[in-house]
Structures are given as C-alpha cells and as structure tokens.
C-alpha cells in the first residue's frame, strides 16, 4: 500500500520559517519524480517545486523561487520543502506528490495546513 504522509505544517507569522516533509512508503522512492503542490480554498492547485528522481532537475513556481528549497533524502523516503521569508500568500495546504515516469503512477499525500499570519 502506497502511503505519502506530509508533515511539518503549522501557524507561523509574515518572514519565518518552516520545513515541511513528505515520507513515503510502499514505493521504490528513488525512482520517483517528487513534487510539492499548495491548494488555498477557491484556489486551482498550484506546483510548488519538483525534484527529478536523481536530484539533478528542479523545478519551482516564479512565486517561491530564492525563498523555497525542495530536496530529497533516498536514504529515508523523504522529500522536504524548507520555506523562508514566508508570507501571508503562502497560506494554504502543501501537498506531496510522486510519480513514477516510465508506468505514469501518481500517488498524493492528505497534506499538511500551512498558515501564515501575525
């Protein structure tokens, strides 16, 4: 059974920090692409950042660039996303997403609450 649990997420206020994380169990995870996706009430869900299987590739939406940090650890199934200079515009629910290239599975967390407020 395949199982993506987020983590990580809480209140915090305009220009902190928090890392979020994403283990994943029941997949060969090194084989995965790793994203992290945000969804805010009336929102289309938004990509976040991407992680090729590797590492070698990133991808990250023009609004977090220079201020999140996707990265990945095989060695524990876990892929993180550290955020710095947050602001209330972050607000939302980050979710964890993998997907396997070459058989196309997809598989998502339940996602983990950020808020953003003072």
């Known amino acids: 059974q395949v199982q993506l649990v987020e983590s990580g997420g809480g209140l915090v206020q305009p220009g902190g920090s928090l890392r979020l994380s994403c283990l994943a169990s029941?997949?060969?995870?090194?084989?995965?692409?790793m994203r992290w996706y945000r969804q805010a009430p009336g929102r289309e869900r938004e990509l976040v950042a991407a992680?090729?299987?590797?590492?070698?590739?990133?991808e990250y939406a023009d609004s977090v660039k220079g201020r999140f940090t996707i990265s990945r650890d095989n060695s524990r199934n876990t892929v993180y996303l550290q955020m710095t200079s947050l602001k209330p515009e972050d607000t939302s629910v980050y979710l964890c997403?993998?997907?396997?290239?070459?058989?196309?599975?997809?598989?998502w967390g339940q996602g983990t609450q950020v808020t953003v407020s003072s």
């Open positions: 029941g997949v060969t995870f090194r084989n995965y692409l």
């Open positions: 997403n993998a997907e396997h290239g070459p058989t196309s599975q997809n598989y």
């Open positions: 992680m090729s299987p590797g590492g070698g590739l990133l």
